[in-house]
């Protein structure tokens, strides 16, 4: 594939990093696109105080914005952040454990920062919780300690039995953690979860997308951060050459994927509502990251590599992924191929981790 040749990448600005500049209409958002951007650790001497105010304003603001779902699709869509959480939901099924996986989240993450900036005024750009940072103890992490600054804090500790989830074909018991209520402190305690859950029993049929108003739980884990440590992500990366070993590895109950979720437990223990917590695009911005780095150990060969079908499982069996495949985002954006997908400095996107 041919590198988007409008991508001028200012390399000079590591360290100096430059913010998306604000778009006041769309072909200035268009423009100030095709520089790169930097996508930046939601720590302390990384993301500035402000900055971490500023994207929890823009969050919140998201919250405000009406939905463009429609009462008929999803009857319980309150805000324009649900109609994120409802395109993951409805999409699940196509995209997790399956060919689709990177691609529909790192589509999915990007449209979101884009709301974020374009309806809710935000400058910065999308950050990443590297758990990597606090796996020993997540709940002193600056993602969750409660600060104003962070995510919110942990669930409420209170007494409480497993979460039993069961999700394509799989059924797991995730252990009670630290917390188990309601998020208490920092953002997002007058936070509703109108969405969900789908995957814990008893499923009740409605898929989820019905209105079902309660607050935001987090029963932070420090058993599934053991999966997230430095070594964890090492081990992912150098683990595979090609993508389905690699995903494969990602996505296993076992590995970093499910071991982010899981550390933040209560509603992220949903492989389909997840999307609910705000917490839930830190973390798969950190996911899109570290495909990002497995790409860029061979570009040549790791760009363009699709494999698997597009349900997971292949159950239902379905065609092979290939980068003409279309992937959709209902009523976020048209469908996209693949090929427009693979590649972070390619295609609509133009950003590099930091
Ligand atoms: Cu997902």
């Known amino acids: 594939m041919k590198l988007n040749l409008f991508c001028i990448c200012l390399l000079s600005a590591v360290g100096n990093v430059i913010d998306a500049v604000p778009a006041k209409n769309n072909t200035q958002a268009d423009a100030s696109r095709q520089i790169t951007r930097w996508q930046k650790q939601y720590s302390q001497g990384s993301l500035s105080r402000q900055s971490r105010i500023d994207y929890i304003d823009a969050v919140q603001c998201l919250q405000q914005k009406p939905a463009v779902s429609s009462l008929s699709d999803v009857p319980g869509a309150r805000s324009h952040f649900d109609d994120f959480s409802a395109t993951h939901i409805i999409q699940t099924p196509h995209v997790h454990f399956s060919g689709l996986f990177f691609y529909f989240h790192r589509y999915l993450v990007w449209l979101y920062e884009r709301a974020l900036q374009e309806e809710c005024g935000y400058k910065g750009t999308q950050p990443y919780w590297d758990w990597t940072l606090s796996w020993e103890d997540p709940r002193k992490s600056t993602v969750f300690d409660g600060s104003p600054t962070s995510m919110g804090s942990n669930g409420r500790s209170i007494p409480h039995g497993p979460n039993n989830i069961s999700a394509f074909g799989l059924s797991l018991e995730i252990a009670p953690a630290t917390g188990g209520g309601c998020i208490y402190q920092g953002p997002f305690v007058n936070y509703t979860v109108n969405l969900g859950p789908v995957a814990f029993a008893p499923i009740d ?14 029963d932070l884990s420090l058993v599934w951060s053991n999966q997230t440590k430095p070594t964890d992500v090492v081990r992912t990366i150098s683990s595979c050459a090609d993508l389905g070993c690699f995903d494969t590895v990602l996505e296993a109950i076992e590995g970093i994927h499910a071991g982010g979720h899981f550390t933040i437990g209560s509603l992220n223990d949903d492989a389909y509502a997840s999307a609910g917590d705000p ?76």
Request: hydrophobic residues 35%; glycine residues 8%; charged residues 10%.
């Open 205 to 218: 049929g409605d898929g989820g997308l019905d209105y079902n108003p309660r607050c935001l739980g987090r």
């Open 279 to 354: 917490a839930f695009w830190l973390h798969h911005s950190q996911i899109d990251r570290i495909w990002t780095i497995w790409q860029s150990l061979d570009a040549a060969n790791r760009t363009n590599q699709v494999y698997g079908t597009s349900t997971a499982f292949n159950n239902p069996p379905s065609p092979n992924v290939t980068l003409d495949t279309s992937i959709n985002f209902g009523v976020l954006a048209p469908q996209q191929p693949v090929s427009n997908l693979v590649s972070s400095i390619d295609g609509p996107f133009c950003y590099k981790y930091i």
